[in-house]
Nanobody, 123 residues
């Protein structure tokens, strides 16, 4: 089992940047695929980005391509990062970090979830 704790959310103006972090407990972080999801008010949760266990594969939803970057540190920090640049008001949402065991597709099922962090982009 793994526990996930997100940080780095906040309020930013359109065009600004934020970096979200997700710290994972346990010694098997490198065995989990990791993803960032978001849920805006009145909308369904959607996957935004994801990264495979060894960072060899990534997934980006079309709306964030070229603006968001996911990365992970398996060696020291047991952390996955989401760098968000050129933020837009439509990026406003609660962002959740999630981990998937086994070797599933990055857009598939995730087993463990963090508590979420709010990102608000003002126009």
């Amino acid at each position: 089992q793994v526990q996930l704790v997100e940080s780095g959310g906040g309020l930013v103006q359109a065009g600004g940047s934020l970096r979200l972090s997700c710290a994972a407990s346990g010694r098997t972080f490198s065995s989990y695929g990791m993803g960032w999801f978001r849920q805006a008010p009145g909308k369904e949760r959607e996957i935004v980005v994801a990264i495979s266990r060894n960072a060899g594969s990534t997934y980006y939803v079309d709306s964030v391509k070229g603006r968001f970057t996911i990365s992970r540190d398996n060696a020291k920090q047991n952390t996955v990062y989401l760098q968000m640049n050129s933020l837009k008001p439509e990026d406003t949402a609660v962002y959740y970090c999630a981990a998937q065991s086994l070797n599933r597709a990055l857009t598939g099922y995730y087993d463990y979830w963090g508590q979420g962090t709010q990102v608000t982009v003002s126009s």
